[in-house]
């Protein structure tokens, strides 16, 4: 590969820390008790790589693996032929043959239950969401089912009152249940609420170093496992009075330089991200002017063209990044768009 080829390839790239990986999967194990930890690995492991994240999670001590899709679940079973793989979202018709063929387990909402799959009772304790009514869970007593599970409204909000309202009453179902998997907690209720471990966890954003409560991921002993970056492709003095990008959002009060980095909202970095700061070399600096499809501007100091830039990652949190969006850092990683013509991904170990 000529050397031109490589840096056309490389706009920017994405580096996913196993190492960090591995250290959260301790820290979820140690915070799930007597409990198994089941690595939700779904949205392509919210944008980490789904093979790369259960292969880790598997051999850190994580029990099963949960997706949203039976394809999500089938495309692991090419890779992991024992694992325990759990379909969380229903079945789309028509799935029900390569799924059983794939061995998936699956959830389910509706009280008709199809033949030939281990089934999770899916109930809606309140989440208002997919699942079934306790009364129906109960009139199922059925050999094929091995998982009595529920989902969580608002176990990372600052108000408890519901979400123990909603644990009170899987408990009492639970009790009806013994013998099968229960399991109800989420990344932020493993971490918060000790009794809504049951019998099993389903971990998702804290498993990637992403905190489910929207602040510091190390105030709960977590470490970010994706980083992003670029560089600066160009950089440009604006005289005072000149502008850069669309709408002319940014104008320079005095002479300014700035720096162009070949990344804009098509590879996920979002139009809401003017004023954010990113790292330009060691140092934070914002981003200025409106982000374009595939680029968008940074003020600099005297930083060269070539300084690297890093987006996410090395103190630069997706929570922030989500806070200047008015979103969540689920919404951040997922959103970013890997491949060889964007975001190219590579994988660090130890
Ligand atoms: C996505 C999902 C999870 C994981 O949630 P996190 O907040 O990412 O830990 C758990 N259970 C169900 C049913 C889910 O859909």
Not at 122 to 151: I, P
Request: hydrophobic letters at 40%.
């Amino acid at each position: 590969m000529t050397t031109s080829i490589q840096r056309a390839a490389r706009r920017s790239e994405i580096t996913i820390d196993l190492g960090a990986l591995r250290s959260n999967v301790r820290r979820l194990r140690a915070a799930a008790g007597e409990a198994e930890l089941w690595a939700v690995v779904k949205a392509d492991a919210y944008g980490h790589g789904a093979v790369d994240v259960a292969r880790v999670a598997l051999e850190e001590g994580a029990a099963a693996l949960c997706v949203a899709t039976a394809p999500e679940g089938e495309a692991l079973r090419a890779s992991f032929a024992d694992a325990r793989i759990l379909v969380m979202g229903p079945l789309v018709p028509g799935e029900e043959t390569f799924a059983r063929e794939s061995r998936l387990e699956i959830a389910v909402s509706r009280p008709e239950i199809p033949g030939g799959f281990p089934v999770h009772l899916k109930v809606d304790t309140g989440m208002g969401r997919y699942g079934m009514t306790e009364e129906e869970a109960l009139s199922l007593s059925r050999d094929d089912v091995v998982g009595l599970m529920s989902h969580l409204a608002t176990a990372d909000e600052p108000d408890e009152s519901f979400a123990r309202e909603q644990l009170e009453r899987f408990e009492k179902l639970a009790e009806r249940f013994d013998g099968v998997v229960r399991h109800v907690a989420n990344s932020a209720a493993t971490l918060r609420f000790p009794d809504a471990r049951f019998d099993a966890v389903r971990c998702g954003v804290a498993l990637y170093g992403l905190s489910p409560f929207g602040n510091d991921p190390a105030e709960h002993g977590l470490e970010p496992v994706l980083s992003w970056r670029s560089h600066v492709a160009q950089a440009k003095e604006l005289p005072a009075g000149a502008s850069t990008g669309y709408g002319r959002r940014f104008r320079a009060e005095r002479p300014t330089r700035i720096g162009l980095v070949p990344v804009g909202y098509a590879d996920g970095f979002r139009r809401g991200l003017t004023g954010a700061e990113v790292l330009v070399g060691e140092t934070r600096r914002r981003v200025v002017g409106t982000i374009s499809m595939d680029s968008f501007a940074v003020e600099l100091g005297d930083e060269p063209e070539g300084t690297p830039v890093t987006l996410l990652g090395d103190g630069i949190l997706a929570e922030e990044h989500a806070r200047t969006l008015g979103t969540i850092n689920y919404e951040i990683t997922c959103g970013i768009r890997v491949s060889a013509e964007r975001a190219e991904r590579k994988v660090r170990d130890g």
